[in-house]
């Protein structure tokens, strides 16, 4: 059995969490928002108290591979609900910052021109400092993919560090090109 599939998810009070069986969709409502998903039609989710259980008809390899997956897909929409999700992303380099205006992020990041990006109904982007950004919401996977996206304008270049990296996130540096000696 699955270590993670088995574990019962806990509804926290002020969540409803609703199965529809027939067409495989979990609805989570919560003080943050509301999420839907589909899971594989293989497992078996059900609504037990203030529990929500997931369970496999089989040990079949596809059966176990999902059976934790989509434990941890259903865990997330509650969590994100309540708590809500963040990634935070630093600016490095000279002259490399951001300004937040209304619903728009304005990027220096070295280019003849700014780069802008736009909150969307899902995200919402905070600027507490010029090298600072902090990329919020509910789902998971999407403020992931917001602020891989983001750290995409400008990754960290190996040389000097520069570039949008993650907060934490480490970045080898490689030795610049060495000479053959001195010029006559």
């Not at 600016?91 to 780069?115: E, W």
């Not at 902090?134 to 990754?155: L, M, S, Y």
Request: a positive charge; proline letters at 5%; aromatic letters at 4%.
């Amino acid at each position: 059995m699955s270590r993670i599939g088995r574990k019962p998810i806990v509804i926290p009070a002020g969540v409803e969490v609703k199965v529809n069986e027939t067409e495989h969709t979990v609805s989570v409502k919560g003080p943050k928002g509301s999420l839907h998903s589909n899971y594989h039609p293989l497992m078996t989710v059900k609504v037990e108290g203030n529990e929500v259980l997931v369970t496999r008809p089989n040990d079949e390899k596809e059966a176990r591979s999902l059976h934790g997956l989509t434990r941890s897909n259903i865990a997330n929409m509650v969590t994100g609900v309540v708590d809500g999700f963040s990634k935070a992303l630093e600016i490095q380099g000279v002259g490399y910052r951001a300004a937040k205006q209304g619903k728009k992020v304005t990027l220096t990041l070295g280019f003849s021109h700014p780069v802008i990006i736009e909150e969307n109904d899902d995200i919402q982007i905070d600027v507490p400092d010029a090298n600072n950004l902090v990329i919020r919401g509910i789902d998971k996977q999407k403020v992931g993919q917001f602020a891989a996206e983001v750290r995409e304008k400008r990754p960290p270049e190996p040389y000097k560090g520069k570039g949008i990296r993650y907060k934490g996130e480490y970045v080898i540096h490689k030795e610049g090109k060495a000479g053959k000696g001195k010029a006559k």
